[in-house]
């Protein structure tokens, strides 16, 4: 009998451009032996392009500032119901700048990961490229883990090198980054939902 799995439900949290929300989005479509559906987007800044992105593609979209609630547990249990209105599985940060707290934590165990722009645990926080870029790194690259309460501390899941040898700008490093960050998600994201 010809049996079709069903696909585990992804919600994507953004704060900016959301180019990695776009690469997963389509990846659904393009790779149909994908194991994973993106069916709802959270957004800490409801102007962002990867909320706008969300609106415009019809993803089902939460999109509140957080000052908008009493306090982040507040925040945090208004997300939990639009998740679970979804029926949402998983959880990918990409290009979510807020620390995730414990009433998410508690709700999704290891079912919440983040994409994080260097060889962690080099290069932490909001700068990676940057920094890298900076301080000279011959080699930095992606790191894919799984959130904890701290900045870029959870359990590394899989990583990426990128040479910096060869790159002449930081705008290039940016691009070059992105690119693996679009196929190296998605890769990872299906790995994990493959082997629960
Ligand atoms: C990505 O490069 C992601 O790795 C990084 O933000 C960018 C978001 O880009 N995340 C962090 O720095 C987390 N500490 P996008 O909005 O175009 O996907």
């Not at 079709?4 to 389509?26: E, I, M, P, Q």
């Not at 969300?54 to 089902?60: K, R, S, V």
């Not at 301080?135 to 992606?142: K, L």
């Amino acid at each position: 009998m010809n049996h079709v799995a069903k696909k585990a439900n992804l919600a994507v949290f953004v704060s900016g451009t959301g180019s990695n929300l776009r690469a997963l989005y389509k990846r659904q479509y393009d790779d149909s032996t994908w194991p994973v559906a993106v069916t709802a987007v959270v957004s800490n800044k409801p102007d962002c392009l990867g909320a706008q992105f969300a609106g415009e593609a019809g993803i089902p979209l939460f999109a509140h500032s957080p000052k908008e609630f009493a306090s982040k547990e507040d925040y945090e249990n208004n997300i939990l119901s639009f998740l679970k209105e979804q029926n949402v599985d998983y959880i990918a940060l990409a290009g979510y700048m807020k620390l995730i707290g414990a009433v998410l934590l508690n709700a999704y165990p290891k079912r919440i990961i983040n994409i994080h722009p260097s060889l962690l645990p080099a290069y932490p926080g909001k700068q990676a490229v940057q920094d890298a870029w900076d301080d000279g790194a011959s080699v930095t690259g992606v790191t894919v883990h799984y959130v904890d309460e701290g900045i870029d501390t959870g359990q590394v899941i899989a990583q990426q090198p990128v040479a910096v040898a060869g790159i002449d700008s930081l705008d290039e490093l940016y691009t070059r980054i992105h690119e693996v960050e679009h196929q190296f998600y998605g890769d990872v994201l299906g790995q994990v939902v493959a082997q629960a």
